[in-house]
């Protein structure tokens, strides 16, 4: 994506991170939520049911249950993730993407197109792309103001 000066939608971030999406059923345990973050290395992960996206659960959300009830590890992840979860669709653009995030406080933006979850972004992935964009324009203005085309 690195030099492309047209915004940017989350289909293509998407395309690049790759096909994989993590998730959990609302049945799943707290241990196995935490075990799953670990190990595949994500700050949240989508609640999938038969019908649909119908939670989220991030490290930030897991550190507050865990310091209100340390006996909490075998209990569902349906008790506990975010409800009436907000979403963007795959034609969001990054800018729409990071506004919403920061208007809303959250950190990972279920990506939904026709009611099934197509893949994440966390605010790390949605910053990456706009710097890797913001250098390459650099790069062409000062190869424009010396002259190299």
Excluded at 7 to 26: A, F, I
Excluded at 56 to 72: F, G, L, P, T
Excluded at 83 to 111: G, W, Y
Aim: some cysteine; hydrophobic content about 40%; overall charge negative.
């Amino acid at each position: 994506m690195k030099g492309n000066r047209t915004m940017v939608k989350l289909k293509e971030l998407l395309r690049s991170k790759g096909g994989e999406v993590w998730y959990v059923v609302p049945k799943t345990s707290v241990c196995v939520v935490i075990q799953l973050m670990a190990e595949k290395g994500v700050g949240a992960l989508p609640v999938v049911d038969e019908t649909g996206l119908v939670g989220i659960i991030s490290e930030r959300d897991m550190m507050r249950i865990i310091a209100v009830n340390k006996n909490c590890l075998d209990e569902e992840i349906s008790e506990y993730m975010t409800r009436n979860v907000i979403t963007a669709s795959p034609e969001t653009t990054l800018e729409e993407c990071m506004q919403l995030m920061i208007d809303k406080h959250f950190r990972h933006l279920p990506v939904v197109e026709d009611g099934q979850l197509t893949g994440i972004v966390s605010i790390r992935d949605v910053v990456r792309v706009l710097l890797d964009q913001r250098d390459a324009l650099i790069t062409d203005l000062e190869n424009y103001i010396v002259g190299k085309r």
